[in-house]
């Protein structure tokens, strides 16, 4: 079996890598890495937007973000891809690459679940920071902005970079609409050869494995430079010391 795998990847590794490229879309490892960073990428100010909206008094703000978070966690991420591809063209009369279908719907689901780690980041300081941002001149706005904010999202990288970790997993899905992501080479890898499907999604799990570990291995050492850190503070809140010059008198 060993001999097998390693035949199967010495002989399609470039087809694992970019999939067809440059006879054809860019897909394998390198599509499935682009898509994941993109979607994580244009999760994030969805997210802080959902999480500031989830936390306002405002209705108006409250209840759509509301909404939108608890549809996109309460449905499978396959069920939102197939609304997504099927519903785009009724609506824009256009069809839409496969690519943007899934990177549409990952950054729709994936700003969900960031929301939900931002506003605990949030949560998780307090009220005696607003009220001591306040006390010093700040505004509403201008303490979420310059203190509450940067602090949160310092707090919370580990959680993000390991959701980053789960939008590449996530990605496998787009196979169903013909994303030519890293699930989709070795199917194309699989339907060539046809004896050999144990030894050819062994590779993909072995690959996913090490990307995630890795990426997983990164977040923990993160978060144990993050908790190092702020243990080595004197005391005094962070924000308010680092911000204190731009405070309007």
């Known amino acids: 079996m060993i001999a097998d795998i390693i035949t199967i990847v010495r002989d399609n590794w470039l087809l694992l890598l970019v999939g067809q490229y440059p006879n054809g879309p860019l897909g394998g490892i390198a599509?499935?890495?682009?898509?994941?960073?993109?979607?994580?990428?244009?999760?994030?100010?969805?997210?802080?937007?959902?999480?500031?909206?989830?936390?306002?008094?405002a209705p108006l703000l409250y209840w759509p973000a509301t909404a939108v978070v608890f549809i996109a966690r309460?449905?499978?991420?396959?069920?939102?891809?197939?609304?997504?591809?099927?519903?785009?063209?009724i609506i824009t009369g256009y069809n839409?690459?496969?690519f943007a279908t899934m990177l549409v719907t990952l950054v729709i689901y994936e700003g969900a679940f960031l929301s939900e780690i931002v506003r605990g980041?949030?949560?998780?300081?307090?009220?005696?920071?607003?009220?001591a941002a306040k006390a010093l001149g700040h505004g509403g706005a201008s303490a979420m902005l310059y203190i509450i904010l940067p602090q949160?999202?310092?707090?919370?990288?580990?959680?993000?970079?390991?959701?980053?970790?789960?939008?590449?997993k996530e990605t496998t899905l787009g196979y169903v609409i013909n994303v030519p992501e890293?699930?989709?080479?070795?199917?194309?890898?699989?339907?060539?050869?046809?004896?050999?499907?144990?030894?050819?999604?062994?590779?993909?799990?072995?690959i996913y494995y090490v990307v995630c570990w890795s990426l997983t291995r990164a977040a923990t050492l993160l978060e144990r430079?993050?908790?190092?850190?702020?243990?080595?503070?004197?005391?005094?809140?962070?924000?308010?010391?680092a911000t204190a010059a731009t405070v309007e008198p």
């Open 96 to 98: 839409v690459p496969g």
């Open 31 to 57: 599509a499935t890495l682009i898509l994941s960073v993109l979607s994580i990428a244009l999760a994030f100010p969805v997210s802080v937007l959902l999480a500031l909206a989830r936390l306002s008094k």
């Open 121 to 131: 980041g949030i949560l998780a300081l307090g009220r005696g920071q607003m009220e």
């Open 152 to 168: 949160a999202l310092f707090n919370v990288l580990p959680s993000i970079l390991s959701q980053f970790v789960s939008a590449i």
């Open 225 to 241: 430079r993050i908790v190092t850190k702020r243990s080595g503070l004197s005391g005094a809140p962070l924000a308010l010391t």
């Open 74 to 89: 309460g449905v499978p991420l396959l069920m939102l891809i197939l609304w997504t591809y099927f519903m785009v063209p």
């Open 182 to 206: 890293l699930t989709f080479a070795a199917n194309q890898i699989n339907n060539q050869l046809l004896t050999k499907p144990f030894q050819v999604f062994f590779i993909l799990a072995l």
